[in-house]
Structures are given as C-alpha cells and as structure tokens.
C-alpha cells in the first residue's frame, strides 16, 4: 500500500497559491490603440464582457480538443463493460493486455482493485476483452492492484488533482502459452508469494483497513513482519498505517525494511521520499525519488515528486525540469505542476511566465475553486504577444 496522503507541502493546491489580493487591486489596463480603434463607442464595462466571452470561449474550445478523445475512450471502454459513461460522471478505467493467453480454454481470473485514499475499495473481475471501469470515483492519489488467481502481479499509484476521467493499462504475460490451465509463472516484478497462514492474516488486515479499523490492521501487519520480515508489501502498509498517525519515525523504519528486503519497490521509495520531505531532509528525499524516478521513468508521479524535493531543496533548475517531465507524461493528472513552476516563477519576478502556467492549469482543471484569484492575476499579468 503507498501513503494515503500526501505530505502538507507536497500536494494541496491551495499551497502553491500566492497572495496576489494587493497586486490585484491595479485596474487594467489596454492601452492598445488597434484595440481601441476596434472598440471605439463601447462602455469600458461592454468590452470587458465581450473580453471575457472570447477567453471563456477559447477555453472551452481547448479544453473541447484536449477531453475529446479521453472521452472517446472512455466511451470505448467503459461502454464495453456496461457503465453508462454519462458526461457528468468520474472514471478510472483501463486495459489488461492479455499476452500469450490466445490457447488458453479459460482464463486465469484477473481482478482489478481500485484502492483510494479514503480507505474505499472497489474490485473488478476482467473478461476476455481485458477492459475494467470504475464509474464514479476520481484518480485522487490510490492506487490499482492487478491480482492474477490472488497473485499480485501489478500495482499502480493514481495521479492526484481530483481527475475525473484517468486511464491506465497493465500487460499480463502468460510465460507457458496454450495450455488449459492458469500459467505457473507470470512476469511480475515483485510477486511476493506467502505461506496459507500470512496470506489469510493478511488479508484479514486488508479487510481491516477496508473498514477503516486502522489500529486491528496495524497489530495484523505487525505481527506478519514479525512472522516474516521479507515481506516487503506488509512493510509497505505498516508505514503508511504510521504515516496516517503522523508517527514519522515509524513510518519511516517500516517503509526502510520494505526497501531493505526490494531496493527497487517504486511505492517504497515514493513513500519514504516523502517522508523524508517532511522531515526536511532533502537531500535524502532527492536520491530516493531520483532511483524512484529511473526505475519508473514512465511514473509522473515519481517525477512530480522529485520536483518538489528539488524545489524544497532551492534548486529550482532541476525541479522545473523534473515537473515538466512529469507534465509530458500525464498533461492533465499532473496539471498541479503548473502551481507549482508558477510560484516559482512568480518569486523570481517573472509574472509574465507564472501567468501563463495558471492559464495553463486553468485550461486543464477549468472548476478549480480559486479560479477567480488565478484569472485576476493572469489578467494583471498578461502574456506577452508576438
């Protein structure tokens, strides 16, 4: 399990926002003689309205071109396992490819597990088409396990930024094809196999923290790393039971031992990141997310991340770069980067750049709640044209 929550600096929107109210209190201004000559015998108050109906509708028509084929696919998959994909719903849906399955009489049963951060579950047996959808939850930073015949074979951290449309694939290869029965192996990386005893104990913490018994899961795991301190997974949970408690130190032990047994787990290494951040080291918090980030170089959240360490740590080259990756990766899931590079535009002076990363933000997450403030500053700090 990766931390249910995210640090108080890494993450909350509000955060990233600065104190514009003094700057914003200036009138604007056009002073463009070729704007004025067009608008010669309008109201000061006409132009504003008809300044403010062009923006809304280029934003729109943005925002149509960017949605349209997310939807599409939405309407593709989710269609197929019979949600109704109504425009105003949320959805976290993907694909399983299934890889060398073609002979097989029956299908291993594959089952996807929506986790999200308020401690809800939600699972998904796939058919043959691979497809699974979740309707009416957001991509909020939880995460999707792929279990194959109660295997864990995948798991994937969710972006955060309340994202109401997100998709995300996994592939599943059957190592020994055309046989009638499940594969004996699959290409997982970490694949962590337990005796019947620990299995059933530690499903019984799942259905634990599922009820939000967080103290019941939390003696489980204890006592299942006591029984067998390689399983990295449990070490994983336990620290992020500790991280909700704000027992730091804890967390941080747990989720050391997770790394200890796989140095490469990404979830571990993104969690202790954090934890390190909020510890203020730094440093230590950059060469855990830097391998996080190597390893998972198609993760944005890793990236995201190590921005914001960078960032923390005063190195602002290399966060912006670093939050930039993680923008090209998921353009709309990571659309907080955007505050972020913008703060730091904004402390350096240039307010000609920080406006334009909250036009930017603002086109892909349009009912942000202090969307009011950004747009007083954006006007107050327009883009240059050429």
Known sequence: MSIKRESAGSRT????????????????????????????????????????????????????????????QVDEICGETGAVPWMNSSFVFGRINLIG?????????????????????????????????????????????????????????????????????????????????????????????????????FQAAIAAERKKDAATAQKLYEGLVGDDPNDFYAWNRLGGLYFDRGELDKASAA????????????????DLGRVRMLKKRFPDAIELLKKASSLEQGAPLAHRLLGEAYLLNRQGTLGVA???????????????????????????????????EYRLFLVKVPDFKEREILERYIKENPEETP
Not at 330 to 347: F, Q, R, T, V
């Open 101 to 201: 399955f073609e002979g097989v009489k029956r299908l291993p049963k594959i089952t996807v597990t929506l986790s999200e951060r308020n401690g809800n579950e939600q699972r998904y047996t796939i058919d043959r088409s691979g497809n699974f959808c979740f309707r009416g939850v957001r991509a909020n930073g939880g995460f999707l396990v792929v279990d194959m015949e109660g295997l864990e074979v995948g798991r994937q951290l969710l972006p955060t930024g309340m994202i109401n449309e997100h998709r995300q694939d996994f592939s599943v290869i059957n190592n020994n094809p055309v046989v009638s029965k499940p594969p004996s192996s699959i290409s997982a990386k970490f694949a962590y196999k337990r005796t019947d005893d620990n299995e059933k104990t």
């Open 13 to 72: 929107p509000n955060s990233c926002l600065l104190k514009h109210n003094d700057e914003l209190a200036r009138p604007l201004d056009f002073g463009d003689n070729i704007y004025a000559s067009i608008l010669v015998g309008y109201t000061v108050q006409w132009r504003l309205r008809v300044a403010n109906l062009l923006k809304i509708a280029l934003a729109g028509l943005v925002l149509a071109f960017f949605a349209a084929p997310l939807r599409a």
């Open 255 to 270: 989720l050391e031992r997770s790394i200890s047994a796989i140095p490469e787990f990404v979830p571990s290494l993104l």
């Open 322 to 356: 670093s939050l930039i990756e993680a923008l090209r990766l998921d353009p709309k899931g990571m659309a907080e980067c955007h505050l972020m590079i913008a703060k730091l535009y904004d402390a350096a002076g240039d307010k000609i750049k920080a406006s334009r």
